[in-house]
């Protein structure tokens, strides 16, 4: 009979080749896209090499503030002090870590990691994670649903004709349903279990809530104000609200595709938002690729430094 523990491995072990595999597809898709539209491409090159140095340096700056935030919503979805150079190194190196490994795993398993090297269990860790994850997941759809009432008609949910309409009504019914009988549904109820009571451990102490829910609204902003910054560095005339609107609605679409660092999908979802909004697609380009050089592009190397110093020194 086959141990629980080696069936759960297994399982893990077919879903991230699923994952790499998917990721992999993306990414060859993105490649031939961008060789089919390589004119757009290299004129948005030519569009951010020439930018506004000013407005660039204002983006630059709140890319490196993202880590900050990271390191305080992490700090926020545990009520123990962790050490803050360490826990603002491990974001760093986290990361660098995503743009490696698909859906999250690599910023995932340095700061579970990290969280176990400070002295929590690996399921305390997990949840540590899921909290975080869970925070700033409601923090970007509450921006969404505000921002999408103050800018009404920059987001136009898609024409569904009745049979499609009621088919996505009801697969959730069907999954609640059959979710109950399945052996997914146990572990699902344990895991939100879990969450449910470090949520309320996070809570019952104001400076950990404040620093869950502020963190994760100043890390969405900050990203938010990058693609702002460079939106103004190439002259494309759009406003701030709206940019961010878009950033925030490609970014969560994009999420929905496996890909390291979402390449190849978040950089399709934004140029497609932008292009969409009127932006041209050279323009678009130019911004994509602005946002991509100062979150991914300038911090992979040292980020993958600051990992291996962190290993080496065994604080992960």
Do not use: K
Request: charged residues 10%; glycine residues 8%; proline residues 7%.
């Amino acid at each position: 009979m086959t141990a629980p523990s080696a069936v759960v491995t297994d399982g893990i072990r077919r879903r991230a080749w699923w994952q790499a595999g998917l990721a992999l597809a993306v990414l060859v898709g993105a490649v031939c896209l961008a060789r089919r539209h390589w004119p757009v491409v290299a004129h948005g090159a030519g569009r951010l090499a020439g930018a506004d140095h000013g407005w660039l340096l204002l983006a630059a700056v709140a890319a490196l503030g993202t880590w900050a935030a990271s390191a305080l919503t992490q700090q926020g979805a545990v009520p123990e002090r962790l050490p803050p150079r360490r826990l603002l190194a491990a974001q760093f190196a986290a990361s660098s870590a995503n743009h490696l490994l698909p859906v999250g795993l690599g910023a995932g398993a340095v700061t579970i990691r990290f969280l176990m090297r400070c002295g929590l269990g690996t399921g305390r860790a997990a949840t540590a994670l899921a909290v975080r994850t869970t925070a700033s997941a409601v923090v970007r759809c509450v921006l969404i649903a505000a921002l999408a009432l103050a800018r009404p008609g920059v987001l136009r949910p898609p024409h569904l004709a009745p049979g499609p309409a009621l088919a996505l009504l009801l697969v959730p019914a069907l999954l609640a349903a059959v979710a109950p009988r399945t052996r997914l549904w146990p572990r699902c109820w344990d895991a939100l279990t879990a969450v449910s009571a470090d949520v309320r451990a996070v809570h019952a102490c104001p400076r950990r809530a404040a620093a869950l829910w502020g963190g994760a609204l100043t890390f969405v902003l900050l990203h938010a104000l990058v693609v702002n910054g460079v939106t103004r560095a190439v002259a494309l005339p759009l406003d701030p609200v709206r940019v961010t609107l878009l950033y925030l609605a490609a970014s969560s679409a994009a999420a929905l595709l496996p890909t390291p660092g979402g390449f190849g999908s978040l950089d399709a979802a934004l140029a497609v938002a932008f292009t969409l909004s009127g932006a041209s697609a050279e323009a678009a380009a130019s911004v994509v690729m602005g946002y991509r050089l100062l979150t991914a592009w300038l911090p992979l190397l040292p980020g993958l430094v600051v990992l291996g110093v962190l290993v080496r020194r065994r604080a992960l």
